[in-house]
């Protein structure tokens, strides 16, 4: 069983900047592929970005040169590093994890962006 626990969200101006991290409860992040999705209210849960065991990481089109994800193994966490925010990014985030054949969730954080 994994735990995964999100923070960081909040409301932010457009042109604003927001790190989610997402903290697991046992020393797996760097063997299992981990990344984050967001549902916005009314659309369908979409992948945002995602790092594998390598390090090797990709990300939705519409996010790239925006947002950075990266992994930090001595605190057990995945940080979501957000530039540039504009209002189409609000949303639930939320983190995930592979193991084998199962995905784990975190509840998630909502982030805002709004004048």
């Known amino acids: 069983q994994v735990q995964l626990v999100e923070s960081g969200g909040g409301l932010v101006q457009p042109g604003g900047s927001l790190r989610l991290s997402c903290a697991a409860s046992?020393?797996?992040?760097?063997?299992?592929?981990m990344g984050w999705f967001r549902q916005a209210p009314g659309k369908q849960r979409e992948s945002v970005a995602a790092?594998?065991?390598?390090?090797?990481?990709n990300y939705t089109d519409s996010v790239k040169g925006r947002f950075t994800i990266s992994r930090d193994n001595g605190k057990n966490t995945v940080n979501l590093q957000m530039y540039n925010l504009a209002p189409e990014d609000t949303a639930v985030y939320l983190c995930?994890?592979?193991?084998?054949?199962?995905?784990?969730w975190g509840q998630g954080t909502q982030v805002t962006v709004s004048s």
């Open positions: 995930y994890i592979k193991v084998g054949t199962v995905t784990y």
């Open positions: 046992r020393n797996i992040l760097t063997t299992n592929p």
């Open positions: 790092i594998t065991t390598a390090g090797s990481t």
